[in-house]
């Protein structure tokens, strides 16, 4: 075994002989005379462990101990100081440098002996359980990467399995009933699936509490109505039926009805992952030919919080009474993992609620959650139904839009395809960022989607070039919109996305219902443009998707916080001509103002925001200031209004 070194500062012989007596024959002892023969010895071949003596001509010990733990290379070398400086104020002056002991002279070969041996054990268990922490590090990173790119790649097919029933569905006209039922079972397991591979990362932020919560007012009535739907396979099996029971404003309990509304504040697959999970255990634990009842309380004159208890004539095992919610709790449950009820108290406790459980054998097992409150406006519900009917062709656009859709999935690009047969739309298709840039360069395109990893060049590179050409093209009126389409949803990656030119962000996989909404932000009633000037001094109208109520008041301060920082460069400049560095502070705002209006919405604002980071772009000092002045008007006269989309 190599023997541990020992570096040994002194500028007396008799000293460094005394230590080296007693050190050398266990480790290996280098000797430095001097402060700064020291501190090069350390840079070019550091110790295990310092004896630094404190009077010493030129630097000091404590000189060159401090420069050493200055430094991040030798800073971890532990140093004991060996002096015959004996106050107490001494020894408080070296540990605070940040030696780790201090041994006063005339030393005692067998204490210093000990001592380093000590601190060389420590020293070890600090550098292993560093390399341990470091491993642990390097796993959890490497399950984020791998859970992230598994995610990616198993919703590329996916994309397939979901839509492929919907486009055959949609004649079923020429379908045999058995055929349909098929479709629509590929279907929502697809969705199933799709919801494991989303909540698979999001469960391993939960347990290191990391998870970002974006809950909105939710209807958890229709939710629930879904996963008894859903589970109709097993519960026809078992022969189990639902009794579904709701409170009305004056308490008294009642069948819930196909007009019923129970609003909590959540996230839609959250709620649906952490009911599914508990319903289809009730369904599993009753008895054959019993009923499962759901009750849904309303208590928001008490407590602003509603309550949900799922009531099963089963009884749980005495073995995993105390620990039910427990990780791998399980008993006799065939297959049984474990995690079911685990992940349901994670998303409870995640969506600020908590949950418990009660059992016996007169009474079975009722599972009640708690969960926030949230009202839901039953006017938006009918008024988004009669919009979605609205639109279900695409209305009012300039004749033979051009798109190019990019994908390196062959069935995506059909898919893709297929759901963007309009009239309106003139499609031309691609399969790797490359071919995009070269039809990009050849053709003007008003329109396109474009995946994220694909092979010779992906999408982020490809929209990076797509736009550097575009700024050195003088001809031209404007930039293309581009779409990302993505496997992953995190907001980091739709963040990077947006800062690199994206104008929008799509997760796979995506609906149709997704893509034409797409194409009305920033396409509808473009030549609709008589009625302008009456239309100066009324509230320019914009709707918004309900979900994102509780995310605009603080979007909007965020937004009027970027043009106020414009202003100021604006009003701090001496003269209409900005400095270099204020106009690329300029650009990468209006670049924000542009992909965060667009992202949630605000067609009008975001094409501001867009030639405002135009303007910077060409330094043009009297366009940004006139574009400012003109999104803050408008502003002042916008008038949101949300409405909920299916």
């Known amino acids: 075994m190599n023997k541990k070194n020992i570096l040994i500062v002194d500028d007396t012989e008799a000293n460094i002989d005394i230590l080296v007596d007693t050190l050398g024959d266990d480790y290996e002892v280098s000797v430095a005379m001097d402060g700064e023969s020291a501190i090069e010895d350390v840079r070019t071949n550091p110790p295990d462990l310092i004896l630094l003596d404190i009077m010493m001509p030129g630097i000091d010990g404590y000189e060159v101990c401090r420069r050493l733990k200055s430094d991040k290379k030798t800073k971890n070398i532990p140093i004991i100081f060996i002096t015959a400086l004996s106050q107490v104020e001494d020894e408080t002056k070296g540990l605070k440098l940040g030696a780790v002991d201090y041994v006063t002279k005339p030393i005692s070969p067998s204490i210093v002996k000990a001592r380093v041996e000590n601190h060389l054990e420590l020293k070890q268990a600090r550098e292993e359980l560093e390399r341990q922490n470091h491993i642990l590090q390097e796993n959890i990173h490497l399950r984020e990467e791998i859970d992230r790119i598994s995610r990616h790649d ?125 319903i289809k255990n009730a369904v599993e634990a009753s008895p054959n030919s019993e009923t499962v009842t759901i009750k849904l309380l309303n208590k928001i004159f008490e407590t602003e919080q509603v309550e949900i208890a799922i009531h099963n004539k089963g009884v749980v095992p005495l073995s995993i009474r105390d620990n039910f919610f427990e990780k791998y709790a399980t008993a006799e449950k065939k297959g049984g993992t474990g995690l079911g009820t685990y992940s349901a108290k994670l998303m409870a406790q995640t969506l600020g609620g908590e949950i418990l459980m009660s059992t016996s054998e007169a009474d079975g097992t009722t599972i009640t959650l708690t969960l926030k409150y949230a009202k839901i406006d039953r006017t938006a519900i009918s008024e988004s139904a009669a919009s979605n009917q609205a639109i279900s062709t695409l209305p009012q656009l300039p004749p033979q839009l051009r798109v190019m859709v990019v994908d390196d999935d062959e069935y995506n690009l059909l898919i893709l395809k297929k759901y963007l047969n309009y009239p309106e739309l003139d499609i031309e298709l691609a399969d790797n960022g490359q071919s995009a840039l070269n039809k990009f360069k050849a053709r003007d395109f008003d329109l396109i989607f474009m995946d994220m990893e ?32 993505s496997g992953h949803d995190d907001s980091n990656t739709c963040q990077n996305c947006l800062d690199i030119g994206f104008d929008a962000y799509l997760s796979k996989p995506v609906n149709s219902r997704q893509l034409r909404e797409s194409i009305l932000q920033f396409f509808k009633n473009q030549n ?3 009625d302008t000037n ?17 995310l605009i008041p603080s979007f909007m301060i965020d937004k009027k916080s970027e043009i106020e920082q414009i202003e100021e460069i604006i009003i701090k400049s001496e003269s209409p001509f900005l400095t270099e560095n204020s106009y690329k502070i300029i650009q990468k705002l209006g670049h924000k103002l542009k992909g965060g209006f667009n992202m949630y919405g605000f067609k009008e604002q975001g094409s501001i ?38």
């Not at 739907?229 to 097993?234: M, Q």
């Not at 982020?460 to 003088?474: G, K, P």
Request: hydrophobic share 40%; proline share 3%; net charge negative.
């Open 454 to 485: 694909m092979p010779v060049m992906d999408g982020i590179e490809a929209v990076s070039l797509m736009r550097r050409w575009e700024s050195e093209q003088s001809n031209r009126e404007r930039n293309a919109i581009v779409i990302a389409l």
């Open 528 to 530: 609709d443009n008589q």
């Open 154 to 278: 198993l919703k590329t097919p996916l994309n397939s399995i979901i839509s492929i029933p919907r486009i055959l569905l949609q004649d079923s006209c020429r379908l045999a009933p058995d055929q349909v039922e098929l479709l629509e079972m590929i279907e929502q397991s697809g969705h199933i699936m799709l919801n494991m591979i989303n909540l698979s990362l999001d469960m391993f932020k939960m347990e290191k509490g990391s998870y970002k919560l974006n809950p909105v007012p939710l209807n958890i009535l229709s939710v629930i109505k879904k996963i008894i739907f859903d589970l109709r396979s097993l519960t026809d099996a078992k022969a189990i039926k639902f009794n579904l029971l709701i409170n009305d404003l004056a308490n008294n309990i009642r069948v819930a009805s196909d007009c019923d509304i129970f609003g909590v504040l959540g996230e839609e697959l959250l709620c649906y992952s952490m009911f599914a999970n508990l």
């Open 609 to 646: 925001g867009s030639l405002i980071e135009e303007a910077a772009r060409e330094h043009d000092f009297q366009t940004i200031k006139n574009n400012v002045d003109l999104l803050k008007n408008s502003l002042n006269n916008i008038e949101i209004r949300y409405i909920t989309i299916d």
């Open 534 to 550: 009456s239309k100066q001094h009324h509230k320019n109208q914009v709707e918004i998707d309900s979900d994102l109520e509780d």
